[in-house]
């Protein structure tokens, strides 16, 4: 007896959907289930201490986030931090990288690649240690000034929020260099040459010709490293803290300061899904850019 044809469609979807469906589980036991898990806590006061059970609040943790200066600085910060770092920092630094890497020697390109690639793999830890005594009253960006008798001055603790960008930008530029390296070699040589022998000058090759052909890899790099970056917490917190005071504390310091310093950690997982809503208007500025056709 032949099958009905409904029932032969079924049974092809769920041959096709058979090898994928162990990594959808996987997906929704550790992926969906604690982000509806803490979704579920934000709406609540549930504390670390001192309380037997948590009760349901509403909107009541996000109505105390937008009326506390705390959290609006921690916002601005983040933008700071992120368009410093990221937009203008890790993205631009990495594009000159790979341009210059494109016309220098083999044996500049191996140096220059070794020494920007070690910075990215170091942990995070290490690498906040490390700017921290490059950056401290008595470290050695300030030992190099007075020697050139330059004026000093405590970065850490005068230009905090510059100095963790700085920071960033120093540990993660590898990833944009190598993903503008790869652009970079896919343009056709024939392209720029004829450009050049038109007598397009280097930075008209580069905003007519280059900057159009990785359009997608510019937003490719820009939506990935601003993700990375909203997140950073131990850079920053091994190099201030978020000091002084709250000058460079960012959302995931502040997120970190409510749930785990003071307890309250419905507070603090409803700031952790507004940095989440934020990561996610940026991925959606990305998206909308990278589907618009060249």
């Known amino acids: 007896m032949t099958a009905p044809p409904g029932h032969r ?7 096709r959907a058979l090898p994928v469906s ?24 549930l504390q670390l201490t001192g309380q037997a059970h948590e009760s ?23 933008l700071v931090f992120t368009f410093l770092s990221s937009i203008v920092g890790q993205n631009t630094l990495g594009l000159a990288l790979a341009s210059l890497m494109q016309r220098a020697s083999k044996p500049v390109r191996t140096i220059t690649g070794a020494v920007v690639i070690t910075a990215w793999v170091l942990p995070e830890v290490v690498a906040g240690f490390l700017l921290y005594a490059f950056f401290r009253r008595d470290g050695t960006l300030n030992s190099v000034l007075d020697f050139l008798h330059l004026p000093s ?6 230009l905090p929020i510059l100095a963790v960008s700085f920071a960033n930008v120093w540990r993660g530029t590898a990833f944009s260099m190598l993903v503008y390296s790869a652009a970079l070699n896919e343009i056709p040589k024939e392209i720029t040459e004829a450009a ?6 280097g930075w008209r090759r580069m905003w007519h010709i280059t900057l159009p052909m990785i359009r997608r890899s510019i937003g490719t790099n820009l939506m990935l490293n601003t993700l990375q970056t909203l997140s950073v917490f131990g850079l ?16 995931p ?8 310093q003071k307890s309250m950690i419905g507070y603090g997982t409803a700031v952790a899904l507004l940095l989440l809503l934020v ?16």
């Open 9 to 15: 469609r079924l049974a092809r979807s769920l041959a």
């Open 22 to 45: 162990p990594a959808v589980v996987l997906l929704l036991l550790f992926l969906a289930g604690p982000i509806g898990y803490c979704a579920y806590i934000a709406f609540t006061d």
């Open 196 to 201: 050049q022998v038109d007598g397009a000058s």
């Open 153 to 158: 001055q405590n970065w850490l603790y005068t």
């Open 56 to 78: 349901f609040v509403g909107f009541e943790n996000f109505r105390t986030a937008f009326g506390d200066e705390d959290f609006i600085n921690a916002v601005w910060l983040t």
């Open 253 to 260: 310091l502040f997120m970190y300061e409510q749930a785990f």
């Open 236 to 251: 920053i917190w091994v190099m201030t803290r978020g000091g002084p005071g709250n000058r460079s504390q960012t959302l």
């Open 279 to 294: 990561g996610s208007l940026f991925s959606l500025v990305y998206m909308r850019l990278l589907r618009t056709e060249v």
